[in-house]
């Protein structure tokens, strides 16, 4: 069972950055894949970015790509999304999720993850 507690949304101008940070309970954090979906109310929600186990392998939505890092501390069982040059149109709901079984299903598809935060709010004023 892992628990996951996201920190760091809040509100900024368009233009500025915020880092999101993810902490993991769970003694096999290491082995899991990390990522981070987004929602806005009336949508479906949107895959923003992952990071596999082992060697780090990271992954990005087309529209945040360039813009956000997302990356891992295992010795703290914590993931950051290092979030830079944010538009209004990255207003959202951010979720962290985690899964242990990534073996033929999409990393970018939000069924392929069992575990997932709470939330926390981002709001980017133009």
């Known amino acids: 069972q892992v628990q996951l507690v996201e920190s760091g949304g809040g509100l900024v101008q368009a233009g500025g950055s915020l880092r999101l940070s993810c902490a993991a309970s769970?003694?096999?954090?290491?082995?899991?894949?990390m990522g981070w979906f987004r929602q806005v109310p009336g949508k479906e929600r949107e895959f923003v970015a992952a990071?596999?186990?082992?060697?780090?392998?990271?992954y990005y939505a087309d529209s945040v790509k360039g813009r956000f890092t997302i990356s891992r501390d295992d010795a703290n069982n914590t993931v950051y999304l290092q979030m830079n040059s944010l538009k209004p149109e990255d207003t959202a709901v951010y979720y962290c999720v985690a899964d242990s079984d990534m073996t033929g299903v999409s990393i970018s598809w939000h069924g392929s993850y069992d575990y997932w935060g709470q939330g926390t709010q981002v709001t980017v004023s133009s």
């Open positions: 990071i596999r186990r082992r060697f780090g392998r990271t």
């Open positions: 769970g003694r096999t954090f290491s082995s899991y894949v």
